[in-house]
T-cell receptor, first 107, second 119 residues
């Protein structure tokens, strides 16, 4: 069975304190790995797609990387507006979501 | 483009009542999906459609029905609501994965959600 596990469940950072979120997966026939951002009361907002091990993508303070078993979302010098829940999902036969990491960045 | 829109945004039902949630997309996507999101459970697929006139069951289809009469619309129905269906419902859409050879077509774009409470 395809599984996606995100860690930690919650993370509190001070503004400017860099860190990483983890997404580990077991899936047959990975087509892609997606990162979404979800703000309270809103739908998931697409951030990145990664297709193969070794691939990296960046957007502002966010950088996503992919290995054969996991993906990391690196947040460099975060700001309070980066506070959100970050969702990871893997696409094989269907899209399977992790439970998310709730990130809080304090000023 | 409005992207993916959902109506209503909020709804309160009594047990046994019925209702329909409407999802509309203006991106000419072939695939559409309905998910529910519950605390500690993540997003779970209810039903999906691979094109106009088609529907298929997802992970948690019981108690729900869907219809895709038009390419841009995907309706989710609850015939007899139960408290266990209290949740936040999200619609999503994507191009047709796998048919174009372009993996970027897998990306699903989500609507703003409908918060449903069943008393």
């Amino acid at each position: 069975e395809d599984q996606v596990t995100q860690s930690p469940e919650a993370l509190r950072l001070q503004e400017g304190e860099s860190s990483s979120l983890n997404c580990s997966y077991t899936v047959s026939g990975l087509r892609g790995l997606f990162w979404y951002r979800q703000d309270p009361g809103k739908g998931p907002e697409f951030l990145f797609t990664l297709y193969s091990a070794g691939e990296e993508k960046e957007k502002e303070r966010l950088k996503a990387t992919l290995t054969k078993k996991e993906s990391f979302l690196h947040i460099t010098a975060p700001k309070p507006e980066d506070s959100a829940t970050y969702l990871c999902a893997v696409q094989a036969e269907k899209l399977v979501f992790g439970k998310g990491t709730k990130l809080t960045v304090n000023p | 483009n409005a992207g993916v829109t959902q109506t209503p945004k909020f709804r309160v039902l009594k047990t046994g009542q019925s209702m329909t949630l409407l999802c509309a997309q203006d991106m000419n996507h072939e695939y559409m999906y309905w998910y529910r999101q519950d605390p500690g459970m993540g997003l779970r697929l209810i039903h999906y459609s691979v094109g106009e006139g088609t529907t298929a069951k997802g992970e948690v289809p019981d108690g729900y029905n869907v219809s895709r009469l038009k390419k841009q619309n995907f309706l989710l129905g609850l015939e007899s609501a139960a408290p266990s269906q209290t949740s936040v419902y999200f619609c999503a859409s994507s191009y047709s994965p796998g048919t174009s050879g372009d993996l970027s077509t897998d990306t699903q774009y989500f609507g703003p959600g409908t918060r449903l409470t069943v008393l």
